[in-house]
């Protein structure tokens, strides 16, 4: 089974970055696609950002594009989201999902979470002054 574990969450300035990290074990992230969500207090969980096991394909929400890169280190077995320029609306639990690649291939919408089987725990992101 995948575990994955979310780190990197804190307080930040408006205008600040942070990198998240997602470590996974139990299996290897080359066959298994990576997406980060977050969820605010009193909204619904949001897709932010996807990567792709096969071919390192990436998809950004358009409320981050431009300011958000992710990235695998196959190495580390880790999927990291550098995130830049924070806004105070960023403001939330951050949780990386894994789902198997051949799952997905057919799918849309990559930023759905109910296609993810594994989820991490979470961590906080707050941007504020």
């Known amino acids: 089974q995948l575990h994955l574990v979310e780190s990197g969450g804190g307080l930040v300035q408006p205008g600040g970055s942070l990198r998240l990290s997602c470590a996974a074990s139990g299996f290897t992230l080359n066959y298994y696609d990576i997406a980060w969500f977050r969820q605010a207090p009193g909204k619904e969980r949001e897709g932010v950002s996807y990567i792709s096991s096969s071919e390192g394909t990436t998809y950004y929400a358009d409320s981050v594009k431009g300011r958000v890169t992710i990235s695998t280190d196959y190495a580390e077995n880790t999927v990291f989201l550098q995130m830049n320029s924070l806004k105070p609306e960023d403001t939330a639990v951050y949780y990386c999902?894994?789902?198997?690649?051949?799952?997905?291939?057919?799918?849309?919408?990559?930023?759905?979470?109910?296609?993810?089987?594994?989820w991490g725990q979470g961590t906080q992101v707050t941007v504020s002054s």
């Open positions: 999902a894994g789902q198997l690649g051949l799952v997905l291939q057919a799918s849309g919408n990559k930023l759905d979470p109910t296609l993810y089987d594994y």
